[in-house]
């Protein structure tokens, strides 16, 4: 059985920082394909990153690129996101999925991952 826990949310000031960790369990992490997304409140969930498994490259949205950084430990089967410089429009629940069949290098499509975490909840406010 497929598990993913998410950790790590909570509050943080705008200019501050925080760190996701995502752990995986119940699948073998060097084959498959790992993102970060998150969902604001009346919105659509939305890629933020991820890391492909065939050649470690990792993808940022436009939105976070340059301030948040996703690293895997493929020992520990965790993948975190590191936020740094977090925006007012940085909260949401942050989620971290497993793409089971990982055929092509990773991307922000929802539809192309098939196990997820429960989220966790980042709320930014001063």
């Known amino acids: 059985q497929v598990t993913l826990v998410e950790s790590g949310g909570g509050l943080v000031q705008p200019g501050g920082s925080l760190r996701l960790s995502c752990a995986g369990s119940g699948f073998t992490p060097d084959f498959h394909n790992i993102g970060w997304f998150r969902q604001a409140p009346g919105k659509q969930r939305e890629g933020i990153s991820c890391?492909?498994?065939?050649?470690?490259?990792?993808w940022y949205a436009d939105s976070v690129k340059g301030r948040f950084s996703i690293s895997r430990e493929y020992a520990k089967n965790t993948v975190d996101l590191q936020m740094n410089r977090v925006k007012s429009e940085d909260p949401g629940v942050y989620y971290c999925?497993?793409?089971?069949?990982?055929?092509?290098?990773?991307?922000?499509?929802?539809?192309?991952?098939?196990?997820w975490g429960q989220g966790a909840q980042v709320t930014v406010s001063s």
């Open positions: 890391t492909s498994v065939r050649d470690n490259s990792t």
């Open positions: 999925a497993v793409d089971r069949e990982s055929t092509s290098r990773c991307g922000p499509e929802v539809d192309a991952y098939d196990w």
